[in-house]
């Protein structure tokens, strides 16, 4: 089959090549792949700023197809099923995260597309614990982008959001417009920033997700809009979805005392400086939020299902698993929202 592979260590040599059919063992689906979803981290791995030291794996985590084969002691599937499945490859099971179903944060995790083979290729192996049934009405090019809307679920329960808050998502990247419709859903009023260069993606959260306020924070007066809303206390819950530095400090200024702020998009270093002095004096919670954890995707299926994660308004490009170059190209420059790849062959 063909698969788009890490060659070497460090930033890109990723090619097509030829590999063999996975072979199915006791607990685990072979998936024939139908869609893959690229990632932000992808991005990162491609540039040589995540999993850099990886060679050999075949690349993407984000995906859903239909079952081709089952292993031993497998329940609940059977060939033809659609699915869809978590990352999380292999963990030890013993650890008291892995016991409290919390894989993203057992040490010895392996998940598809970094450390295990990954789904863009003709066929993936998953484990079958990870894997789920698609709902009725949810297709698997809808369903390719499920890890990503889970990863926002995930972040989004790291804080407590009541009916009418003010939240701040801060960058209208994917996973940003996946916050946002999160959010809203639980009754959040989403006030959301970008840069100028932003104004396309910015323009698709209002008219496309119905995004209450999106600022221009290079054109418009950030702070003042905040404080108009919110009486001038603050926003009450922040989502930073950039991975920016600036945008950090800025979302703590604008969160109301005893606000709360979530960390979801993955910094460029492992150490940032961090302003202590204004968690301290507004008694802020700070949260971080790794990926997505098992508990998170029967939720994000059912928020497909009823169209209040909407993947299709998400989805703006599709492409073939050797036109990568492509995919990171439009992504790069914005142009692109949320790309979906196919296998060839």
């Excluded at 963990?91 to 789904?119: M, V």
Aim: hydrophobic share 40%.
């Amino acid at each position: 089959m063909k698969a788009l592979t890490k060659m070497e260590v460090g930033a890109g040599h990723w090619e097509v090549i030829d590999k063999p059919v996975p072979k199915v063992g006791a607990g685990q689906i072979l998936i024939k792949v139908d869609y893959i979803g690229i990632c932000g981290s992808d991005l990162h791995t491609f540039e040589g700023h995540y999993n850099a030291n990886a060679k050999g794996v075949t690349i993407g985590h984000e995906f859903a197809g239909t079952v081709a084969e089952i292993g031993d002691g497998v329940e609940g599937f059977k060939v033809g099923d659609p699915v869809t499945s978590e990352t999380t490859f292999e963990i030890c099971g013993t650890c008291r995260y892995c016991k409290d179903g919390e894989y993203n944060l057992c040490s010895s995790r392996k998940g598809l597309g970094t450390a295990a083979d990954g789904a863009m290729a003709q066929y993936i192996l998953a484990r079958a614990a990870s894997c789920h049934h698609l709902p009725a009405g949810v297709t698997t090019r809808q369903a390719s982008i499920t890890e990503a809307a889970a990863c926002a679920v995930h972040g989004v329960s790291k804080a407590t959001i009541a009916q009418g808050d003010i939240v701040l998502v801060l960058g209208p990247g994917p996973i940003g417009l996946l916050v946002a419709q999160v959010v809203m859903a639980r009754g959040g009023r989403v006030i959301m920033t970008g840069l100028t260069q932003d104004a396309g993606r910015l323009s698709i959260a209002k008219e496309k997700f119905g995004v209450e306020r999106i600022v221009d924070i290079q054109k418009e007066d950030i702070k003042a809009i905040v404080s108009e809303y919110t009486d001038g206390y603050g926003a009450d819950v922040c989502y930073d979805c950039t991975g920016a530095v600036p945008s950090m400090h800025l979302g703590m200024e604008l969160l109301k005392k005893r606000g709360q702020y979530v960390q979801v998009g993955l910094f460029a270093k492992d150490v940032v400086e961090v302003d202590f002095s204004k968690i301290i004096q507004k008694e802020l919670v700070v949260s971080g939020s790794r990926s997505q954890n098992t508990h998170d995707w029967e939720p994000t299926l059912r928020l497909m299902a009823e169209k209040k994660i909407d993947a299709d308004k998400m989805i703006t490009h599709e492409l073939g698993i050797d036109e990568w170059d492509t995919a990171y190209k439009l992504l790069k420059s914005g142009e692109a929202t949320k790309i979906v790849m196919h296998p060839i062959g």
